[in-house]
């Protein structure tokens, strides 16, 4: 199908209307689908993240707690 000009182009044989507000509503719908995309991966990221530092932590305090009770006996003999 050609077109005479750009006007007929964007009438599209009197559908254009549809036609246009359809690819609107889809690219619309993809920026959106995009956007929220990756606003879930960066919170995704984030709680990996945070996940991961409480893991650290809860190492740490097992490490010393275990380091104390080693310890604590060794002070009470002497």
């Known amino acids: 199908m050609s077109f005479d000009s750009m006007a007929n182009f964007f009438n599209m044989g009197g559908y254009g209307f549809y036609i246009w507000l359809s ?3 889809t690219a619309l ?3 959106i689908l995009t956007l929220n995309s990756k606003a879930k ?3 995704l990221i984030k709680q990996i993240q945070q996940r ?3 893991e650290i932590k809860l190492k740490k305090v097992a490490q010393q707690s275990t380091q104390d009770a080693t310890s604590a006996p060794a002070k009470q003999g002497k």
């Open 52 to 54: 991961f530092k409480r």
């Open 29 to 31: 719908l993809l920026i």
């Open 23 to 25: 690819y609107g509503f």
């Open 41 to 43: 991966h960066r919170q």
